[in-house]
Structures are given as structure tokens and as C-alpha cells.
């Protein structure tokens, strides 16, 4: 069982930064976020694999990195010119296998509670 925590979620202006940070109990093969506005389907945003590869949705591409500890148990999604649209409820996955596609929210099975972004223009 893998337990993951995320925090860093809040308000800010559209231009603005945050940092999302997401703790797991152990070290797994991907992690990844995810977000889901409302009445919206979840959709992938971000992965990193335990050997640093990373992948992004188009839509956060030069705008958000992801990046992990040396720990490989804290993975972090710094968000830079964020948008109204970038507005969701961001949750933390993990996925302990190998194989896949980083963007499929099925085939993660660990969550966080997710961490509230809210931007306003």
C-alpha cells in the first residue's frame, strides 16, 4: 500500500507560480499528476518514472516541470505561468509497474487527495 500526500495547492493571480508537492511512503516506478476541473474528465499533467524520465501534456509544456528528490519518495510540480484554465483539484498517482502510458489514470493505483490550484484572471 502506498500512501501519498500532496500539498501546495492555493489561489494566485493568472502570470503567477506555485509548487505542488506530493510525499508516498515508498518509492514506486512512475509517479504522476494528474487534474480535473469540474464536469471535466481527470487528465494527466505530469510523470516522472524512477529513472528520471519525464513526460507532459501539451497543454503545461514550458510552463510546469516536474521533478523528484534523490529519495525518488518526493516528486514536485513547479507551475509557472499559470492560466485560468489550469484551474482543477491536482491529484498525485503512483504506478507500480512497468509498462503503459503515463497519461492513463486507470493504471495508477495509488491516489492523494488531492490539492486544490484556483487561478484567477
Known amino acids: 500500500q502506498v500512501h501519498l500526500v500532496e500539498s501546495g495547492g492555493g489561489s494566485v493571480q493568472a502570470g503567477g507560480s506555485l509548487t505542488l508537492s506530493c510525499v508516498a511512503s515508498?518509492?514506486?516506478?512512475?509517479m504522476g499528476w494528474f487534474r480535473q476541473a469540474p464536469g471535466k474528465e481527470r487528465e494527466g499533467v505530469a510523470a516522472?518514472?524512477?529513472?528520471?524520465?519525464?513526460s507532459y501534456a501539451d497543454s503545461v509544456k514550458a510552463r510546469f516541470t516536474i521533478s523528484q528528490d534523490n529519495a525518488k519518495t518526493t516528486v514536485y510540480l513547479q507551475m509557472n505561468s499559470l492560466k485560468p484554465e489550469d484551474t482543477a483539484m491536482y491529484y498525485c498517482?503512483?504506478?507500480?509497474?512497468?509498462?503503459?502510458?503515463?497519461?492513463?489514470?486507470?493504471?495508477?493505483?495509488?491516489w492523494g487527495q488531492g490539492t486544490q490550484v484556483t487561478v484567477s484572471s
Open positions: 515508498e518509492n514506486t516506478f512512475l
Open positions: 498517482a503512483a504506478k507500480t509497474y512497468y509498462g503503459g502510458t503515463w497519461y492513463a489514470a486507470r493504471e495508477y493505483g495509488y
Open positions: 516522472i518514472a524512477d529513472d528520471g524520465t519525464v
